[in-house]
C-alpha cells in the first residue's frame, strides 16, 4: 500500500526555517518523481519544489527560488524540504505527492501529474 506521511511543520516566525518531511512506504522511492505543493484554503493547490526520478531534474518556481530545497533520501525513504527565510505568505498546507517514473520536472508541474499524495502538514508563519 502506497503512503505518504508529511510533517514538520509548525508556526515559525517570519525569517525562520522549517524542514518537511515526506515519509513514503509501500514502494521505492527511487523509481518516484517527487513534488511538493501547498495550498491555502480558497486558492489553487500551487507546486513549490519537484524532484524527477533519478534525481536528474529539481525544479523551484521564481518565488521559492533560494529559499526552498528539496532532497531525496532513497534509503530512508523520505523527502525532504527545506524553507528559509520564512514569510507570512508561506502559511498553507503543504503537501508531498509521487507519480512513478515521472521524469518531467518543471514550471508546469501541475498536481493532476501526481497520483499518490499525503494528507499535509500545517506551516503557519507568523509574529
Known amino acids: 500500500q502506497v503512503r505518504l506521511v508529511e510533517s514538520g511543520g509548525g508556526l515559525v516566525q517570519p525569517g525562520g526555517s522549517l524542514r518537511l518531511s515526506c515519509t513514503t512506504s509501500g514502494f521505492i522511492l527511487a523509481r518516484y518523481g517527487v513534488a511538493w505543493f501547498r495550498q491555502v484554503p480558497g486558492k489553487v493547490r500551487e507546486g513549490v519544489a519537484c524532484?524527477?526520478?533519478?534525481?536528474?531534474?529539481?525544479y523551484y518556481p521564481d518565488p521559492m527560488r533560494g529559499r526552498f530545497t528539496i532532497s531525496r533520501d532513497s534509503a530512508q525513504n523520505t523527502v525532504h524540504l527545506q524553507i528559509n527565510s520564512l514569510k507570512p505568505e508561506d502559511t498553507a498546507v503543504y503537501y508531498c505527492?509521487?507519480?512513478?517514473?515521472?521524469?518531467?520536472?518543471?514550471?508546469?508541474?501541475?498536481?493532476?501529474?501526481?497520483?499518490?499524495w499525503g494528507r499535509g502538514t500545517q506551516v503557519t508563519v507568523s509574529s
Open positions: 524532484i524527477s526520478v533519478g534525481d536528474l531534474r529539481i
Open positions: 505527492a509521487a507519480e512513478l517514473l515521472r521524469s518531467a520536472c518543471n514550471g508546469n508541474m501541475r498536481p493532476d501529474d501526481y497520483t499518490y
